[in-house]
């Protein structure tokens, strides 16, 4: 199946989203956007294999839950779309405080394939998911679970 990705750009910056449908963007100043449709040839992870990788990779140092406790990992709840380093109560690295990144479905898959050379200076120790379908598959279940 194909994702269809909408790279919408806005005069103040862009924004990238993966979704079957696109929203309707507008600003305070009523100013034209310009959109432009991507179709991108790939295939969507599944929650389901998801749910299982975040349970033997991700669970014993993560929650996914709102309000969920931090881990030797924050928990990770409404983390899409924001800056890294950012959830309240965690105690991140500075490396990660100021990486800039914000997470998305390209930052995060980069990311869980090696955390430490995407970061440097993180304190995760997890190594990676090598295999790209898992880490489909994982953000398939994050970005259903993690959802505020």
């Not at 959109?35 to 014993?60: D, H, P, R, W, Y």
Request: aromatic residues 12%; positive net charge; hydrophobic residues 30%.
């Amino acid at each position: 199946a194909s994702v269809l990705s909408f790279l919408c750009f806005f005069s103040l910056g862009s924004f990238q989203t993966n979704r079957a449908h696109c929203e309707t963007f507008s600003n305070h100043t009523n100013e034209h956007h310009q959109i432009e449709l991507t179709i991108m040839g790939k295939k969507a992870g599944n929650e389901k294999k998801g749910a299982k990788v975040f349970k033997t990779k991700c669970s014993q140092c993560h929650t996914v839950e709102e309000g969920g406790a931090h881990k030797q990992g924050p928990n990770l709840y409404g983390f899409f779309g924001r800056q890294s380093g950012q959830a309240d109560g965690y105690s991140y690295s500075t490396a990660n405080k100021k990486s800039g990144i914000t997470w998305g479905d390209d930052t995060l898959f980069e990311y869980l394939e090696n955390p430490k050379k995407y970061i440097k200076g993180t304190k995760m120790v997890f190594a990676g998911i090598k295999k790209p379908a898992e880490r489909k598959d994982l953000i398939a279940y994050l970005k259903s679970t993690c959802a505020p």
